[in-house]
C-alpha cells in the first residue's frame, strides 16, 4: 500500500523557518517524482516544489524560489521542504505526492498534479504576521 505521511508543520512567525518532512512507504522512492503542493483557506491547491526521480532536479513556484528548498534521503525513503523566510500568504496546508510516470517534475510551466497519484493527509503551516 502506498503510504505519504507529512510532519513538521505548526505556528511560526513571520521570518520563521519550519521543515516538513513527507516519508513515504509502498513504492519504489527512487521511481517516482515527488511533489509538496499546498492549499489555503479559499483558494485552489497549488505546487510548491517538486524534484525529478530521473535526476534529482528541483524545481519551485516562483512566490517560494530562494526561500524554500525540496531535498530527499533516499535511505530514508523521505523527502524535505526546508521552509525560510516564511511569509502570511505562505499559510496553508501543505501536501507531499508522488508521481509514478516522473511526468509531473518537468521544470516545464507550473507544478502540476495531474500525474501525482498518491496523496499525504497533509499538515497545517501556519504563520503569524
Known amino acids: 500500500e502506498v503510504q505519504l505521511v507529512e510532519s513538521g508543520g505548526g505556528l511560526v512567525q513571520a521570518g520563521g523557518s519550519l521543515r516538513l518532512s513527507c516519508a513515504a512507504s509502498g513504492f519504489t522512492f527512487d521511481d517516482h517524482d515527488i511533489g509538496w503542493f499546498r492549499q489555503a483557506p479559499g483558494k485552489e491547491r497549488e505546487g510548491v516544489a517538486c524534484i525529478s526521480s530521473s535526476d534529482r532536479s528541483t524545481y519551485y513556484t516562483d512566490s517560494v524560489k530562494g526561500r524554500f528548498t525540496i531535498s530527499s534521503d533516499n535511505n530514508k525513503n523521505t523527502v524535505y521542504l526546508q521552509m525560510n523566510s516564511l511569509k502570511p500568504g505562505d499559510t496553508a496546508v501543505y501536501f507531499c505526492?508522488?508521481?509514478?510516470?516522473?511526468?509531473?517534475?518537468?521544470?516545464?510551466?507550473?507544478?502540476?498534479?495531474?500525474?501525482?497519484?498518491?496523496w499525504g493527509q497533509g499538515t497545517q503551516v501556519t504563520v503569524s504576521s
Open positions: 505526492a508522488a508521481d509514478p510516470y516522473a511526468l509531473g517534475c518537468s521544470g516545464h510551466g507550473d507544478i502540476e498534479e495531474t500525474d501525482f497519484i498518491s
